[in-house]
């Protein structure tokens, strides 16, 4: 599902190029020159990451893991070709990007295990387990996940000003007040939710863990479409120096 609606991304983008409507899209010309440019560079590594995952998916054996591992990073990397992270002061904001964008990553892929165990008649001493070490690797993680974004932010919008003036900037603070929201569900998970795991007799904790799972996966599903509308329908401001 990923190959095919980053091939059909990408040939919308050539549609849009060519002005010509579905005709662009399938029009070689705008589809070639499209791919000249750092969009079908980053496409092309994209799509190289997603096949290695699709491979990995069909196999069982410990290469398959580094395979995926491999092919993860790959696509992740490819985000950091394109768009807002090529203005300006290019490397460093590649960098911060791929940093944050790997660690949420790690974040949201502990969500679906988690919410699972806790939902299918849990053990609730694995459960535990799990959300303890996962809070505890959080703890490291999360801290360095929103250092990146606050710094990539300030990259991009280089002031307080355009932060609270700007278009990008408003959308950015609604971003941020969801996030905050995700913090605070986390929050309750690790320091209220997990330690009753082992406490209470019955799964009313373990329940109550998985609905607040769910509502992340919720409020980072909003996340991510403020951040689609960010980076393909909104320009960043101009920043001015001295």
């Not at 010509?20 to 990451?49: F, H, K, Q, W």
């Not at 893991?65 to 992270?85: I, Q």
């Not at 919008?157 to 990008?168: D, K, Q, V, W």
Request: proline share 2%; with cysteine; glycine share 8%.
């Amino acid at each position: 599902m990923a190959i095919g609606f980053t091939v059909l991304y990408f040939s919308v983008q050539a549609g849009l190029l060519a002005d010509e409507g579905l005709n662009g899209i399938v029009n070689p010309d705008y589809l070639n020159m499209l791919a000249s440019t750092s969009t079908g560079t980053s496409t092309a590594i994209r799509l190289c990451g997603l096949c290695l995952i699709l491979i990995a998916s069909l196999k069982h054996h410990q290469f398959a893991k580094w395979m995926g591992l491999a092919g993860a990073l790959v696509t992740l990397l490819s985000y950091t070709g394109s768009g807002h992270a090529m203005d300006g002061t290019g490397i460093y904001r590649s960098l911060l990007l791929f940093t944050h964008l790997s660690l949420i990553s790690l974040w949201l892929g502990a969500f679906l295990p988690l919410k699972n165990l806790a939902v299918m008649q849990p053990d609730r001493a694995k459960l535990s387990e799990l959300a303890t070490r996962f809070g505890a690797i959080a703890a490291f993680f999360v801290p360095v996940l929103l250092i990146a974004a606050a710094i990539y932010a300030w990259l991009i919008l280089g002031s307080i000003e355009n932060i609270i003036s700007s278009h990008y900037g408003q959308i950015l603070l609604i971003k941020v007040g969801m996030v905050t929201i995700v913090l605070a569900f986390a929050a309750w998970n690790k320091f209220k939710l997990v330690p009753l795991l082992m406490k209470e007799t019955g799964n009313i904790a373990s329940n109550k863990l998985a609905k607040s799972i769910k509502m992340e996966l919720l409020l980072f599903f909003g996340i991510f479409l403020t951040t689609a509308y960010l980076t393909s329908s909104v320009e960043l401001p101009v920043i001015i120096t001295d």
